[in-house]
């Protein structure tokens, strides 16, 4: 069972969708609860489609409020004369689920902040279900015509409505859909694009970066322009300038490296004016009456550097026209002028988690394809011209960033990873990096269809990156940080080496699982050993995790973990061989990396891996999809599934559910196995229309 699907995993989604709704279901009618599986898989998409990062185990209170007051009241119709259903309820279910199998991530809020979150939210619930303004475009024209006596669940009907409706003969409340079209253009459909993951990433202490802050010099020029300009305050030109001399003595204060020999106007020192800029729009200093003074409530951040430092990095992005708007007469902006809010950030985050320093010519390139989609000029000279001040820009920009301590700059051989990858039609993707370095720049290493023009950059871009040292751009220790931060607060998934070492053992195996590299997991799994009391205790933990997780995938995916980053790992399996909860997922590891072959295994071992084999297909493609897969195999479908169910694999809940597969396949003819004619998705029956009236749209 994996929590993190890729938006085009469509039937591997919907599969695991179904059997995660059927097990909890099962898990409440024992308990005495009452869920709505509509819900259940309405809170699922809701993660899945709905967030950008697509973690299904991860909730935080802001989620809760957004799916019970957003999503839901646009996505799920309530037909007239229904009421709403316990949805806030059956999400409190699904929680505390998720939580008692394992399955939440440990990087989300606590449960018992998430509960606090649903009781509170509670109340609002059915008023924004029953707001109309709040509705979807699709959800305010099923509930119209149900109004008006159309059966929405008669296609035909509800074509003749569609009809009648694009004619103007069918009577609406315009003013409710002016609203709706309002929200529609302001907030966006429902569905959002997914941010790809980030690599993990190791960061240093706050303490160590609380040091390096300390050395900016970016924060030396704003201290001191705040302690220059005091409580009193410093008098300005009657244009809001600088007087000369105060700009002179503060150059050489500062150490900002402007040229103030023959400049008459403070206006004509760029870093200086930058430096003044960025303390006003970091609220260090204002302008009142034509002086410039300290702002006195900011003086807690100005003693706290990494907090100032921090502060410093989120308004940048506000500095667009002091750091590259017109200077002179003859100035020009750019093309990265005109979008430097959205570039500026990209920029960062293709630097973000990057193995390797960026090459100069790969990321001025990349940005070069960029304007090429995103601006049309013609003749060579026009692109010529306009891409020189990008790149002219550009390293402005990234001149600051590196005086902030943001980035750092040297010269050196580009890694011959660079190389691979052919330069096609492709920008940085504005969502975020992919973790494969070929497809961080959305084109698949010795991939095919290039163009000439393409072809030919590529070969030069190739050439100038082994000609020699070349200028090789990296996020620094403080620059990671802040830009996870950022990532976060957007709800990106932004993992850091370290934040799991108090997490559970089940939490733990699950993150590093399907979202840590191999070197990185070590290192979180080192840290987590390590804050145990006892290496033994720790393993005890962590093999219990895997043997207490009720999914067969997601079992063989965490054993695979702990294998790869424990010491030993291979020991390790090899003594789980006998396990009795265990070792069918210990065998299933074995077999796959080929310490073990069929040779090696008993008779009751390989009936235990034909069943734990079925059981993983039955997870990963569902009852329809087990049975074509196996109607494609020499051994028939019926032979296979009555093994598994005779081999004493200790999973009751999966053979529970292979059984009712083995009965559909008794009363399928033969024949039918393994076709799949007008077959529905795994796990697709039933989804898209809940009990009743409610519909997904």
Not at 335 to 342: K, Q, T
Not at 416 to 431: C, M, Q
Request: charged share 25%; proline share 6%; with cysteine.
């Amino acid at each position: 069972m994996r929590m993190f699907f890729a938006p085009e995993e469509t039937e591997e989604y919907e599969a695991a969708c179904s059997l995660l709704i059927r097990r909890m279901s099962q898990w409440a009618r024992e308990r005495g609860e009452s869920v709505d599986p509509f819900f259940v898989e309405t809170a699922l998409d809701y993660r899945h489609r709905g967030t950008c990062d697509g973690r299904l185990g991860l909730w935080e209170p802001r989620h809760i409020e957004e799916y019970l007051l957003d999503w839901l009241p646009r996505t799920a119709t309530v037909l007239p004369g229904e009421e709403p259903a316990d949805a806030p309820g059956t999400l409190a279910a699904l929680l505390r689920y998720l939580d008692a199998m394992g399955l939440s991530d440990p990087r989300g809020a606590s449960s018992a902040d998430n509960l606090a979150a649903i009781e509170t939210l509670t109340p609002k619930y059915a008023p924004a279900m029953a707001d109309r303004g709040r509705w979807g475009m699709a959800k305010f024209w099923a509930v119209t015509a149900a109004e008006q006596g159309v059966d929405v669940q008669d296609p035909a009907a509800l074509e003749r409505f569609v009809e009648q409706a694009q004619q103007g003969e069918v009577p609406y409340d315009q003013d409710v859909l002016d609203e709706v079209l309002r929200n529609h253009l302001t907030r966006g459909p429902a569905a959002v694009t997914r941010a790809e993951p980030q690599l993990p990433v190791l960061l240093p202490a706050e303490k160590e970066l609380r040091a390096r802050a300390e050395m900016s010099r970016a924060l030396r020029w704003l201290r001191g322009i705040v302690e220059w300009a005091g409580p009193e305050g410093r008098a300005l030109t009657a244009t809001g300038n600088l007087r000369m001399a105060d700009a002179r003595a503060l150059v050489a204060e500062l150490g900002t490296g402007d040229a103030v020999d023959k400049v008459r106007s403070s206006t004509q020192l760029p870093r200086l004016g930058l430096a003044v800029e960025w303390a006003k729009k970091a609220r260090l200093v204002r302008v009142v009456k034509g002086r410039l003074y300290a702002v006195a409530k900011a003086q807690p951040l100005l003693k706290d550097p990494l907090a100032l430092w921090r502060h410093a990095f989120e308004t940048f992005s506000e500095l667009r026209v002091p750091l590259l708007g017109a200077r002179g007469g003859r100035h020009v902006g750019s093309m990265l002028f005109v979008s430097f809010e959205d570039t500026v950030p990209d920029v960062l985050n293709t630097l973000y988690s990057l193995p390797h320093a960026m090459p100069w010519p790969r990321l001025r390139d990349s940005l070069h394809l960029r304007y090429r989609a995103e601006y049309e000029l013609t003749g060579l000279f026009a692109w010529q011209m306009e891409l020189g001040r990008a790149d002219r820009d550009l390293r402005t920009a990234l001149d600051v960033l590196e005086d902030l301590g943001a980035i750092k700059r040297q010269e050196g051989m580009a890694d011959p990873v660079f190389l691979d990858i052919p330069l096609e039609e492709s920008v940085l993707p504005p969502a975020g990096m992919p973790p494969e370095l070929a497809e961080l720049f959305g084109v698949v290493a010795g991939g095919h269809g290039e163009s000439a023009d393409a072809a030919e950059r590529s070969k030069e871009q190739r050439a100038e990156l082994t000609g020699g040292p070349v200028e090789l751009i990296r996020l620094t220790a403080l620059g990671h940080d802040s830009v996870r931060r950022r990532l976060l607060a957007e709800g990106r998934d932004a993992p850091r080496v370290g934040e799991l070492a108090h997490a559970p053992a089940a939490g733990l195996l699950g993150v590093i699982a399907e979202h840590y590299d191999p070197d990185a997991a070590r290192t979180e799994l080192a840290a987590w050993v390590a804050a145990q009391e006892s290496s033994a205790e720790a393993l005890q933990k962590l093999t219990d995790a895997v043997r207490a997780t009720p999914f067969r995938t997601r079992a063989e995916a965490m054993l695979d973990a702990l294998v790869d980053a424990y010491p030993d790992g291979e020991a390790l399996l090899r003594g789980l061989r006998g396990d009795p909860l265990l070792g069918p997922t210990a065998l299933s590891v074995l077999v796959r990396r080929e310490v073990l072959g069929a040779e090696d295994l008993n008779e009751p071992e390989s009936l235990v891996m034909v069943a734990e084999s079925l059981l993983q297909l039955l997870e990963t493609a569902g009852p329809e999809g087990l049975l074509e897969i196996l109607g494609g195999q020499e051994l028939s479908a019926h032979n296979a599934l009555e093994a598994a169910l005779a081999s004493g694999h200790p999973d009751q809940a999966g053979l529970a559910d292979l059984r009712t597969v083995a009965e559909q396949a008794r009363r399928r003819p033969a024949a039918h196995l393994g076709r799949s004619h007008q077959r529905s998705r795994p796990g697709a029956s039933g989804r898209g229309r809940g009990r009743g009236g409610r519909r997904r749209h």
